[in-house]
């Protein structure tokens, strides 16, 4: 599987211990920015990694701001994303299973490494589940 990764100043110390595990999960990843903790503008990396993920260039993108709120906004708003931000591992397996997210957004300065390692697993392992689901997202497509 290709993961797009992108982040701000805020979510860059931890998209980069992110990067490192997913490596370790032997996963492929493009890294769309930013390259250092200087500030930047969070909409041009959300954008971009959600345009990735929307054009199939990756299967899915994992996005990081400071709290993620910003990012996740920014992901969401191309055609064809639904882009989750979790803050728990239970939050991680909804999105997939109930909402079939294909964009994880986190919070750098929010998210400890270790949970944000487990929030990425969850969100990677988990499937979705369709059903009464599919509906719902097919709804969300159309907006």
């Given at each position: 599987m290709l993961i797009a990764i992108a982040s701000d100043h805020g979510g860059y110390e931890l998209k980069e211990k992110v990067k490192e595990h997913l490596r370790d999960r032997g996963e492929k990843i493009v890294d769309l920015g930013t390259t250092s903790e200087g500030s930047v503008d969070y909409p041009i990396y959300g954008k971009a990694c959600a345009e990735a993920v929307a054009s199939g260039k990756a299967e899915k993108g994992i996005v990081i701001c400071g709290t993620g709120i910003g990012i996740s906004i920014a992901a969401n708003k191309i055609k064809g994303i639904r882009c989750g931000l979790c803050t728990s591992v239970e939050m991680a397996e909804l999105t997939r299973a109930h909402n079939d997210a294909n964009?994880?957004?986190m919070g750098g300065r929010t998210t400890a490494p270790d949970l944000a390692?487990?929030?990425?697993?969850?969100?990677?392992?988990?499937?979705f589940e369709g059903g009464r689901h599919q509906r719902r997202t097919d709804m969300l497509d159309e907006m």
């Amino acid at each position: 599987m290709l993961i797009a990764i992108a982040s701000d100043h805020g979510g860059y110390e931890l998209k980069e211990k992110v990067k490192e595990h997913l490596r370790d999960r032997g996963e492929k990843i493009v890294d769309l920015g930013t390259t250092s903790e200087g500030s930047v503008d969070y909409p041009i990396y959300g954008k971009a990694c959600a345009e990735a993920v929307a054009s199939g260039k990756a299967e899915k993108g994992i996005v990081i701001c400071g709290t993620g709120i910003g990012i996740s906004i920014a992901a969401n708003k191309i055609k064809g994303i639904r882009c989750g931000l979790c803050t728990s591992v239970e939050m991680a397996e909804l999105t997939r299973a109930h909402n079939d997210a294909n964009m994880l957004a986190m919070g750098g300065r929010t998210t400890a490494p270790d949970l944000a390692m487990k929030i990425v697993d969850a969100f990677l392992d988990t499937g979705f589940e369709g059903g009464r689901h599919q509906r719902r997202t097919d709804m969300l497509d159309e907006m």
